[in-house]
């Protein structure tokens, strides 16, 4: 039996260190570090399989640990059973009980606690997610939205110091899900209880999210900012998981200043120190892959061949497709040296579309690209991003 | 949980404001019913009526022994109902019965349990076990259950090396125990299946879910799982005490004299006295009994679904 004084009843930062999970051979989470501060709206994201529900349930602690440990705070609970963890979770399809009302349902965690003031809790968690007129209902009498947002209120309901939310509003339309997001969120801010919400929708979690983890293959590859993430990444894979990347190989000429000064078959570019992805060696000769996002490309008529702009970083090309798609219209482009390069321009002026078969120039602000590791593949989780857009 | 879920899956779709089916063929549903009414009304209520009619008849005056005319002689009722020799019968019966039930439900909820989560891949082969026994006749079953628990059988040693009994008095086959533990075997299927089919449906989520919300191991059971299979424990109980109590085979062949039951006071009078009009009576006195007692148990169970 659990009782109130079971449930260790610490707050503070949830920290995962080297934490491995195997099926058989299969290595589903593979050394994973990870420290989410407390208070923080945490997104897990990563494509199908890649490990983000396993790491959840080992935290809730429905899924023992190979290796490695979790501790929120001081307190290790590596070990602690589901129920003397003070962390909640709710569930991908929301295991609302059938058999109880809405009411019940959201009474359920503080009854087994054996909370003396169950009452004006359960009504107050029903305020937050604003469906009181519904507390006597079943769950199956609930739409897909009314009933996430049970599920939310039912888990918030025992204030964990963790909340746990995996692919909360998978099931939900597209339209209910973004208005979702926003109630989500207004429901952390309003609470503060740390947030880990897993998600394959990348949108979904920059957003929300204060921190975003990409994840694949049962590892990390990059944690940050929504921002960082998607001006810097630091692998291929969030550069083409994370929104769209043009992903150019190219060698290291030299340097000039601060400046990493490279070359391709489209010509020369330099893209500044800074922007080169931790751990990536510019040494002159290297391969390495430039990245610059579509929608900083700027693509003009091809009229004179001598008016390039002075900075370099500029290439030449012939528009292979056009597709306009109301706000801006996505080109792709076949560059002289062999590359194709995806461009998204804005309307500004209407009839300003230029046609397949125009040759354009493309250019772009030096700052705004980035250098990876040259051995990398630079189609790593392009595929998975159609995918995961469903 | 069916009515009730569907119920709410329809009150949903109006709240969503979706379009009412159109009316074409709203008729369908009926001509679906068909033929099950076809087979109601031939194998039921032609049959009830008939026993009906055959209650009111009396014997011919002076006819042969089993000839009789329809004279609605509803006295018939008065005469079994102040017979005190039926009384025993049928009080025997339900209670045979009702711990038959209880018996059954005690080995049959574990063991659906036990087919329905933690059977693994042998879960088919559980269930066949399960049904296996039907493949043999009845009667040769409970026939088998004389060798199983007579005083030379291997139930009675091990009772008598355990102590129960001391040698040479004492015994199990013929006696109430006996009929009870025959019903008990010859229902156990159908009390076991419906508590599988509920339990199955359950979803394995819902007892994580009540795992993560304090209600481990079997507070969880006790909240969440059975709640979510008293549907089949009601099937089940029903499926089991109903039969049960109008049985007569286990009584006639694991009991004696002192554990008749009602269906053999129906089984003599309409084979051995041919007393018809009686037999009906009986029938007629044995499922009002049943059905008053199933009503007061579906109501205490209270489960919505069946009502
Ligand atoms: N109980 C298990 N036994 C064996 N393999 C498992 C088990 N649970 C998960 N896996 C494997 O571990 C990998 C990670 O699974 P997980 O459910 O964590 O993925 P996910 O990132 O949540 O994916 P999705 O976005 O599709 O939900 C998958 O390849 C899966 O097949
Ligand atoms: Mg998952």
């Known amino acids: 039996m659990a009782r109130s004084s079971d449930v260790t009843q610490v707050d503070g930062d949830l920290t995962i260190t080297h934490l491995t999970k195997r099926f058989g051979d299969f290595t589903a989470v593979d050394d994973l570090d990870l420290n989410v501060p407390q208070g923080s709206f945490f997104a897990l994201l990563g494509p199908s399989g890649c490990g983000k529900t396993t790491t959840l349930r080992m935290v809730a602690g429905l899924e023992e640990p190979t290796a490695g440990s979790i501790a929120i705070g001081d307190a290790d609970i590596t070990f602690s059973r589901p129920y003397q963890r003070p962390v909640n979770t709710v569930f991908q399809n929301y295991a609302l009980f059938p058999h109880l009302d809405i009411y019940e349902n959201v009474a359920f965690g503080l009854r087994r606690r054996k909370d003396g003031d169950v009452d004006r809790k359960v009504k107050e968690a029903l305020e937050l997610v604003e469906l009181q007129h519904v507390m006597r209902r079943k769950p199956g009498q609930l739409s897909g939205g009314q009933q996430q947002r049970i599920a939310l209120a039912r888990a918030i309901v025992n204030r964990p110091a963790v909340l746990l939310l995996d692919e909360p509003l998978g099931a939900l339309d597209l339209k209910l899900r973004r208005q979702m997001q926003l109630e989500l969120k207004r429901i952390q801010t309003e609470v503060g209880i740390t947030f880990i919400h897993v998600t394959h929708d990348q949108e979904e979690a920059m957003t929300m999210a204060d921190t975003v983890a990409v994840m694949n293959a049962g590892v990390i590859e990059q944690m940050g900012s929504p921002i960082d993430l998607y001006e810097s990444p630091n692998t291929a894979f969030v550069a083409n998981f994370l929104g769209q990347s043009n992903l150019l190989p190219a060698t290291v000429t030299g340097a000039d200043g601060d400046d990493v000064l490279l070359s391709d078959a489209d010509g020369a570019f330099r893209v500044p120190r800074a922007r080169v992805a931790p751990g990536v060696d510019v040494g002159t000769g290297r391969r390495v892959l430039v990245g610059v996002r579509p929608e900083k490309i700027h693509a003009e008529l091809l009229t004179v061949a001598g008016d390039a702009p002075s900075h370099g970083n500029f290439v030449e090309g012939t528009v292979a497709s056009a597709l306009f798609t109301g706000v801006s219209t996505q080109y792709e482009v076949a560059t002289r040296g062999g590359d194709v390069i995806g461009v998204f321009v804005q309307n500004l002026r209407p009839g300003a579309v230029f046609d397949p078969g125009t040759a354009v120039r493309l250019s772009w602000d030096a700052g705004f690209a ?18 995961a857009a469903d | 949980m069916s009515i009730a879920a569907a119920l709410g899956d329809v009150q949903r779709d109006n709240l969503q404001g979706s379009p009412q089916p159109q009316r074409r063929g709203h008729f369908v ?18 049959p009830l009526v008939t026993l009906f009619m055959m209650s009111l008849q009396t014997a011919v005056p002076g006819g042969e022994i089993g000839e009789y005319e329809q004279t609605f002689h509803f006295a018939n009722y008065v005469d079994v109902l102040t017979d005190p020799s039926y009384y025993t019968p049928l009080f025997r019966s339900f209670i045979y019965a009702a711990c038959a039930t209880v018996l059954a439900l005690l080995i049959g909820y574990p063991l659906a349990y036990f087919i329905a989560f933690k059977s693994g891949r042998f879960r088919n082969l559980f269930l066949i076990m399960v049904i296996a026994p039907f493949f043999v006749s009845f009667i040769l079953r409970t026939i088998a259950w004389r060798q199983i628990l007579a005083d030379e059988g291997p139930v009675v040693a091990a009772m008598k090396w355990a102590g129960f009994f001391s040698d040479g008095i004492g015994g199990i086959y013929p006696s109430a125990i006996a009929v009870v533990l025959g019903l008990t075997y010859n229902f156990l299927p159908f009390m076991t299946l419906p508590i599988y089919a509920s339990l199955e449906r359950v979803d394995p989520k819902l007892v994580e879910a009540a795992g993560d919300l304090y209600a481990p191991g079997f507070t969880g059971f006790r909240k969440v799982t059975l709640p979510l299979s008293m549907p089949g424990v009601v099937a089940g109980t029903l499926l089991t005490f109903i039969p049960a109590t109008g049985d007569y085979v286990n009584a006639a062949l694991l009991g004696n004299s002192k554990n008749t039951m009602i269906g053999n006071r129906i089984d003599y009078a309409f084979l051995n006295t041919n007393d018809y009009p009686t037999a009906a009576v009986l029938s007629f006195v044995l499922m009002a009994c049943i059905l008053a007692v199933v009503l007061v148990y579906v109501r205490r169970v209270g489960t919505e679904d069946l009502l």
């Open chain 1, 370 to 387: 980035f250098i990876l590791d040259g051995s990398e593949d630079p189609n790593a989780g392009a595929l998975l991003d159609d995918e």
């Open chain 2, 29 to 46: 549903p009926y001509l679906l019913m068909l033929p099950g009414l076809l087979w109601l009304g031939v194998f039921f209520v032609v």
